[in-house]
């Protein structure tokens, strides 16, 4: 048998404690990467979460268009009615 004094021998002077542990700590922290790297796959979109998606050019002239005359209607630069008339403009 091993009882008698030369388990410690065979397994370094060490022990098997010490060892199962790390073990232990090691495995637990590849199980959670695992685990988390899973999750994210499924969880995020490709390009980040304030990714969106390219517009056609068209759509997105018209987008930046229309975003500039509604500023320009807000600070008072053009009235209502210029503000229809050129937004139908832009929407076609």
């Keep these: 048998m091993m009882w008698d004094g030369h388990?410690?021998?065979?397994?370094?002077?060490w022990g098997?404690?010490?060892w199962g542990?790390?073990?232990m700590l090691f495995?637990?922290?590849?199980?959670a990467l695992l685990i988390a790297f899973i999750v994210s796959l499924f969880t995020h979109r490709p390009g980040g979460p304030h990714?969106?998606?390219?517009?056609?050019?068209?759509?997105q002239r018209t987008g930046m268009g229309l975003a500039i005359l509604e500023?320009?209607?807000?600070?008072?630069e053009i009235d209502r009615e210029e503000?229809?008339?050129?937004k139908?403009?832009?929407m076609g």
Excluded: C, I, N, T
């Excluded at 495995?27 to 199980?31: E, T």
């Excluded at 990714?51 to 759509?59: A, E, F, I, R």
């Excluded at 500023?71 to 008072?76: A, H, I, K, Q």
């Design 51 to 59: 990714h969106h998606p390219p517009q056609p050019p068209g759509d």
């Design 71 to 76: 500023e320009r209607y807000v600070r008072g």
């Design 7 to 13: 388990w410690r021998e065979m397994m370094g002077g």
């Design 16 to 18: 098997f404690f010490p």
């Design 21 to 23: 542990g790390l073990h």
């Design 88 to 90: 139908r403009d832009l």
């Design 27 to 31: 495995s637990l922290a590849a199980l």
């Design 83 to 86: 503000f229809m008339l050129k």
